[in-house]
């Protein structure tokens, strides 16, 4: 189903319909929810004399939610050892939500006055917090910080007034202004139908996580603070990137449809699930999966991955109240290693920095964390969090077919002193007795431009290359993929990029080293002959994407995609590469484009 060019909202009877960015396919129908607690003016309408006691009291439940809240977060933090400076603070912010002052002044500005509560309470903080910010005292302008997020809570739970607990836990469209992988760790996703936000990229976490989850989602949606209402039903469309609200019922209809056809393609792709990915005259590529949670693998091994191709980390990390000890990590890996079986799985050591989480003592926190301390740089620094890793990972080797990877590496020095580290395991290991896989697989991947320059002496320390396509793209293009501001300049179809990637598979086999893709432009079909006829080994993509990639690579004749990515090294633009990438999709698979 396809839309016309229109504006950022469209007004349709009693339906809006609010245009973003498309950056996950399908359809989500149900009700709105809130994450975060942003202050921000919300949006003001007057009340009659007779309204205000349902005000005064929809006040009242808010700020008895947000106690709850709040009381909630201290409670388990306080579980946990070593948190009860932590909790504390929380102390400070239930004398903020109770301040007598505030809460008399909403009131008889709200008998006064005459608007919506919550553009009152926002205006009655507001001033609270602009004469902090105005004085001196550090001390005092920093509580500045606890109002706005204290109201912050407030202002989302009055939103969110008409919702109750059923409600909280039925399956709904997640709103946001923007989510971080840390957001994500700790939600129920059994209860997600889809993801949109007012920020984001193609690439930002929010669509990765979309597409790994294989539910709808649109980022870049431009709708002011305060216009949508939780609890009221919306149609996320993840093909063509709209947020509708309060549809009307031939709107209903329309995506009924439009769910219905995806339900008879996803069967159709159901089918492929045994079926080997080759292409029709038989060139074998592995087709493997990225993971961030070891529960996923049953999930993506039903789906016919030939094993994990990715094995993010930083999230076995972050749901841990602490770094993770060795025996916790060599059990996660172990679990992970016995599943996949012969299939194996790739270890990608820890990669944070940049738009991953922060560390527990806050030292990530950077002005460019792009261009900071983040994969291999933090590891290399942070020796013993390091080896405590590569020590897990040897040992969960004896337990599975496992491969080891570096991220973020930059030139052949890093190579060679994570290297050093790990042959410093390895020794400690022998010495103690304990088995591992002696001949285990090491690689690392190519991610900076620079990498790719080297790539053919990198190739003579490893055993593999892994391409991150995310970051190659935006170091390359000098593009944040997560500024919404640039995202049209992030284009996987760069001539650029198709060069640079010719470069590494060429090193790469050089050496008689096999080279993988495990960044988002692997799970893109529009992208699956160029990889093909670039001669790449292994494409590691979302779960979602494990069947809609290997459809693509059972319609390519090989042949055909080495004679077309030769043209498409020839052409100077973009849009004469996206061009030629489009006319063959759209002739082979089709159908994943009406």
């Given at each position: 189903?396809?839309?016309?060019?229109?504006?950022?909202?469209?007004?349709?009877?009693?339906?809006?319909?609010?245009?973003?960015?498309?950056?996950?396919?399908?359809?989500?129908?149900?009700?709105?929810?809130?994450?975060?607690?942003?202050?921000?003016?919300?949006?003001?309408?007057?009340?009659?004399?007779?309204?205000?006691?349902?005000?005064?009291t929809r006040f009242e439940e808010a700020l008895r939610r947000t106690r709850g809240q709040i009381e909630q977060l201290q409670e388990q933090l306080l579980k946990t050892d070593g948190n009860h400076a932590e909790a504390r603070v929380f102390d400070a912010h239930l004398l903020v939500l109770e301040d007598q002052t505030v809460i008399s002044d909403v009131r008889k500005r709200l008998h006064k006055d005459r608007f919506n509560v919550e553009s009152i309470y926002y205006e009655v903080?507001?001033?609270?917090?602009?004469?902090?910010?105005?004085?001196?005292?550090?001390?005092?302008?920093?509580?500045?910080?606890?109002?706005?997020?204290?109201?912050?809570?407030?202002?989302?739970?009055?939103?969110?007034?008409?919702?109750?607990?059923?409600?909280?836990?039925?399956?709904?469209v997640l709103f946001a202004d923007d989510l971080a992988p840390s957001d994500t760790v700790g939600m129920d996703r059994s209860l997600l139908l889809g993801f949109a936000t007012r920020l984001g990229s193609f690439t930002s976490h929010t669509a990765i996580m979309a597409r790994a989850l294989g539910i709808p989602g649109v980022v870049g949606l431009k709708i002011p603070p305060g216009t949508l209402r939780a609890g009221r039903e919306v149609i996320l469309d993840g093909f063509n990137?709209?947020?509708?609200?309060?549809?009307?019922?031939?709107?209903?209809?329309?995506?009924?449809?439009?769910?219905?056809?995806?339900?008879?393609?996803?069967?159709?792709?159901?089918?492929?699930?045994?079926?080997?990915?080759?292409?029709?005259?038989?060139?074998?590529?592995?087709?493997?999966?990225?993971?961030?949670?070891?529960?996923?693998?049953?999930?993506?091994?039903?789906?016919?991955?030939?094993?994990?191709?990715?094995?993010?980390?930083?999230?076995?990390?972050?749901?841990?109240?602490?770094?993770?000890?060795?025996?916790?990590?060599?059990?996660?890996?172990?679990?992970?290693?016995?599943?996949?079986?012969?299939?194996?799985?790739?270890?990608?050591?820890?990669?944070?920095?940049?738009?991953?989480?922060?560390?527990?003592?806050?030292?990530?926190?950077?002005?460019?964390?792009?261009?900071?301390?983040?994969?291999?740089?933090?590891?290399?620094?942070?020796?013993?969090?390091?080896?405590?890793?590569?020590?897990?990972?040897?040992?969960?080797?004896?337990?599975?077919?496992?491969?080891?990877?570096?991220?973020?590496?930059?030139?052949?020095?890093?190579?060679?002193?994570?290297?050093?580290?790990?042959?410093?395991?390895?020794?400690?290991?022998?010495?103690?007795?304990?088995?591992?896989?002696?001949?285990?697989?090491?690689?690392?991947?190519?991610?900076?431009?620079?990498?790719?320059?080297?790539?053919?002496?990198?190739?003579?320390?490893?055993?593999?290359?892994?391409?991150?396509?995310?970051?190659?793209?935006?170091?390359?293009?000098?593009?944040?993929?997560?500024?919404?501001?640039?995202?049209?300049?992030?284009?996987?179809?760069?001539?650029?990029?198709?060069?640079?990637?010719?470069?590494?598979?060429?090193?790469?086999?050089?050496?008689?080293?096999?080279?993988?893709?495990?960044?988002?432009?692997?799970?893109?079909?529009?992208?699956?002959?160029?990889?093909?006829?670039?001669?790449?080994?292994?494409?590691?993509?979302?779960?979602?994407?494990?069947?809609?990639?290997?459809?693509?690579?059972?319609?390519?004749?090989?042949?055909?995609?080495?004679?077309?990515?030769?043209?498409?090294?020839?052409?100077?633009?973009?849009?004469?590469?996206?061009?030629?990438?489009?006319?063959?999709?759209?002739?082979?698979?089709?159908?994943?484009?009406?």
């Amino acid at each position: 189903m396809s839309e016309p060019q229109a504006s950022s909202q469209d007004v349709t009877e009693t339906e809006i319909r609010y245009r973003g960015l498309a950056v996950s396919r399908g359809v989500a129908v149900g009700p709105l929810r809130f994450q975060g607690q942003p202050f921000q003016r919300p949006r003001r309408w007057p009340i009659t004399e007779v309204e205000v006691q349902g005000e005064e009291t929809r006040f009242e439940e808010a700020l008895r939610r947000t106690r709850g809240q709040i009381e909630q977060l201290q409670e388990q933090l306080l579980k946990t050892d070593g948190n009860h400076a932590e909790a504390r603070v929380f102390d400070a912010h239930l004398l903020v939500l109770e301040d007598q002052t505030v809460i008399s002044d909403v009131r008889k500005r709200l008998h006064k006055d005459r608007f919506n509560v919550e553009s009152i309470y926002y205006e009655v903080i507001r001033r609270y917090v602009e004469s902090l910010k105005a004085i001196t005292d550090p001390y005092l302008r920093e509580r500045a910080v606890d109002i706005e997020d204290v109201a912050g809570r407030v202002l989302v739970a009055l939103a969110d007034a008409d919702d109750n607990t059923a409600m909280q836990q039925s399956p709904r469209v997640l709103f946001a202004d923007d989510l971080a992988p840390s957001d994500t760790v700790g939600m129920d996703r059994s209860l997600l139908l889809g993801f949109a936000t007012r920020l984001g990229s193609f690439t930002s976490h929010t669509a990765i996580m979309a597409r790994a989850l294989g539910i709808p989602g649109v980022v870049g949606l431009k709708i002011p603070p305060g216009t949508l209402r939780a609890g009221r039903e919306v149609i996320l469309d993840g093909f063509n990137g709209i947020l509708i609200t309060d549809p009307t019922e031939e709107t209903l209809e329309e995506y009924r449809k439009l769910a219905e056809q995806q339900d008879v393609l996803n069967q159709r792709l159901d089918q492929l699930r045994a079926e080997p990915a080759e292409t029709h005259d038989g060139a074998r590529v592995v087709l493997s999966a990225n993971i961030e949670f070891g529960h996923e693998v049953d999930a993506i091994m039903r789906r016919g991955a030939d094993g994990v191709g990715l094995y993010r980390t930083e999230f076995f990390y972050y749901e841990q109240d602490r770094h993770p000890d060795e025996e916790q990590q060599t059990a996660a890996y172990s679990a992970v290693a016995e599943k996949v079986g012969d299939a194996g799985v790739i270890i990608r050591t820890l990669d944070v920095g940049a738009d991953k989480f922060q560390t527990a003592d806050g030292r990530l926190a950077e002005k460019n964390p792009f261009l900071g301390w983040r994969g291999i740089r933090v590891s290399l620094q942070e020796t013993e969090l390091f080896k405590t890793q590569l020590r897990a990972c040897l040992r969960a080797s004896a337990r599975g077919n496992v491969r080891l990877m570096y991220p973020m590496i930059s030139g052949v020095e890093e190579l060679v002193a994570a290297n050093g580290l790990l042959e410093e395991c390895q020794a400690e290991l022998r010495r103690e007795g304990v088995p591992f896989d002696e001949d285990m697989e090491v690689g690392c991947m190519i991610e900076l431009p620079s990498a790719v320059m080297v790539a053919p002496e990198l190739a003579k320390e490893v055993d593999f290359f892994s391409v991150g396509t995310n970051d190659l793209i935006q170091y390359t293009i000098a593009v944040d993929r997560v500024n919404e501001r640039v995202a049209d300049l992030y284009q996987p179809g760069h001539p650029a990029i198709l060069r640079l990637l010719e470069m590494v598979v060429e090193a790469a086999h050089d050496a008689d080293i096999w080279v993988g893709v495990c960044g988002e432009m692997a799970g893109d079909p529009l992208f699956t002959p160029v990889l093909v006829g670039l001669g790449v080994d292994e494409l590691s993509v979302g779960p979602s994407q494990i069947l809609r990639v290997k459809h693509a690579l059972r319609q390519l004749d090989s042949l055909e995609c080495e004679v077309m990515v030769k043209e498409l090294l020839r052409l100077p633009t973009v849009e004469e590469v996206m061009n030629r990438c489009r006319a063959l999709a759209k002739e082979r698979y089709g159908e994943f484009y009406q």
